[in-house]
């Protein structure tokens, strides 16, 4: 095993920040295991796959099921464990023999790791079935979560939130256009994301807040409907929009260009969630609804404002503070290599 790189199996190709990811680490996405997956076919080595491919062999059920066999020896020689995520779960159930799962999990091979908390999870109703048959299935020995309450609750194993080092690039400092920023669902935190967004209009700050609702998310959208929309408005930095926007591209780009970037909890979240790893690695401080925070070793008062119990009013003189780094060894803790290296353990 020493020397081979491991494998992510994430949901999409694109997922976060994928291409950031050093060589050590490779990222299989779902679609590497669909029965037209060209990218696969033809990257191949084996000569009898590329073939198969080529030759419309493997459309046919019975006859794909046979070629994947050698697919599947063949991944799992090339790398030392797979690391499959929450959202990829049901994906990989559809697509991938269970023996195989079976063989990977015996040889130590494949963690599961839980990406959200089972409670968000169980609220989505593309992934709840899935999540549901994760708790049902999956050994709890091989079944990891980033969030210290499920894994108390579930019997999970623990592991704690990771991030991929951004490219130096990325790292340079870009023009400030915003005092704070945000980019997420609305859900059940309408009234924290609401507050804290007038709390920095009142303190003089400039917010950008992107706001990801679903035409169904009635709550804070009918009540900033009738209220006139003349605080949520888009001359103020409330931005509402209705599909995803890219990670590497949109979202960094708004993050960078950020003095701070403010972090909102889930109700049933106690895990540290990405916004606390962006803090971390491009030195942009953070505010967030998680007083647990406070127990972090990267925990500095001069970097992190805790939303809810910090006093409001000192919002805009702890902003003009200047940001303390977090020091190297902390920062190196939460990587992905580290973090691939804690499953071992």
């Not at 020397?3 to 994928?18: Q, T, V, W």
């Not at 994906?91 to 991938?96: A, H, K, S």
């Not at 990977?104 to 899935?130: C, D, P």
């Not at 967004?197 to 990801?212: M, N, Q, S």
Request: charged residues 25%; proline residues 5%; glycine residues 4%.
């Amino acid at each position: 095993m020493k020397g081979k790189p491991i494998a992510l199996l994430f949901f999409r190709e694109n997922d976060h920040f994928i291409s950031w990811l050093p060589n050590t680490i490779k990222t299989i996405p779902m679609s590497f295991f669909r029965q037209d997956g060209e990218k696969y076919w033809f990257e191949t080595k084996n000569v009898f796959c590329r073939a198969a491919y080529k030759l419309g062999i493997i459309k046919h059920d019975c006859l794909y099921r046979l070629f994947y066999a050698v697919v599947f020896r063949r991944l799992q020689s090339a790398y030392a464990r797979f690391v499959l995520f929450d959202a990829a779960y049901e994906q990989w159930q559809q697509r991938i023999p269970a023996r195989f799962f079976q063989s990977l999990s015996e040889k130590n091979q494949i963690v599961v790791w839980q990406w959200n908390t089972v409670g968000h999870m169980l609220e989505l109703s593309g992934f709840r079935e899935a999540t549901l048959r994760i708790l049902d299935t999956v050994p709890r020995e091989i079944l990891y979560t980033f969030d210290p309450a499920d894994a108390e609750t579930y019997g999970m194993r623990f592991n704690t939130q990771f991030y991929v080092t951004p490219p130096e690039a990325l790292l340079k400092p870009v023009p400030l256009l915003y005092d704070v920023v945000f980019c997420g669902t609305v859900k059940d935190r309408a009234r924290a994301i609401e507050g804290i967004f007038k709390d920095c209009l009142e303190a003089g700050l400039k917010p950008h807040f992107t706001v990801c609702q679903n035409r169904s998310d009635s709550g804070m959208a009918a009540d900033i409907e009738k209220a006139g929309s003349e605080v949520f408005s888009e001359s103020n930095g409330w931005i509402p929009i209705y599909e995803w926007i890219d990670y590497t591209t949109d979202y960094i780009e708004r993050l960078r260009a950020a003095r701070a970037v403010f972090d909102c909890y889930h109700a049933t979240q106690t895990g540290f969630s990405l916004r606390v790893m962006e803090h971390m690695f491009f030195s942009k401080k953070l505010i967030t609804t998680n007083a647990l925070v406070r127990q972090a070793d990267f925990y500095n008062p001069a970097n992190i404002f805790v939303y809810g119990e910090d006093d409001i009013t000192t919002l805009k003189a702890w902003l003009d503070v200047p940001f303390e780094p977090v020091p190297e060894e902390i920062k190196d803790y939460y990587t992905v290599e580290r973090w691939v290296e804690r499953f071992d353990r």
